[in-house]
């Protein structure tokens, strides 16, 4: 499948000590776990370049998710592509997730104020937390095709 066709990510991340983080008015205090932040690219060619950037520790900070990864305490364990119907999966996939695991309210969704977050937290063992969040999305009336890559 080409990347062209997956509508947005979640990212997998692992945070290995109490991170406190902070841009412009949003403050935020993470404990360790694992994170799922989710993210989108429409237009083909974006997702892919923004996972490439996500990986990248050196960067301008331009995004929230940025301040976690460059963070020598955040490690990325992997991510799953998306492929929906859905007209904004973004934003989809961050309401299904926000009913059902934690999260850091208004990090990465200050442009989407109806969000309540786009990262979330799972307090268990990564392949646990993989599988939570799997079954959550699996089912959704809006989702075409879901792939995992870890590192």
């Not at 979640?10 to 993210?39: D, M, N, Q, W």
């Not at 989108?40 to 990986?55: C, D, E, Q």
């Not at 993989?130 to 095709?145: C, D, R, T």
Request: with cysteine; glycine share 6%.
């Amino acid at each position: 499948m080409s990347t062209s066709n997956w509508s947005c990510y979640i990212l997998v991340l692992h945070v290995s000590s109490e991170l406190k983080i902070a841009s412009g008015k949003f403050v935020a205090t993470l404990r360790p776990g694992f994170y799922f932040y989710v993210g989108s690219g429409k237009k083909p060619g974006v997702l892919l370049a923004r996972l490439i950037r996500h990986m990248s520790k050196s960067k301008r900070i331009r995004w929230h998710i940025d301040l976690l990864t460059i963070n020598p305490h955040v490690e990325i364990k992997g991510f799953y592509l998306i492929n929906s119907s859905s007209t904004d999966c973004e934003s989809s996939i961050s309401q299904i997730l926000a009913g059902n695991l934690e999260f850091i309210k208004g990090f990465g969704s200050t442009d989407k104020p109806r969000d309540k977050s786009h990262l979330f937290i799972c307090d268990s063992i990564l392949e646990d937390c993989l599988q939570h969040v799997y079954s959550m999305i699996e089912n959704a009336p809006f989702i075409g095709e879901i792939v995992y890559a870890s590192f």
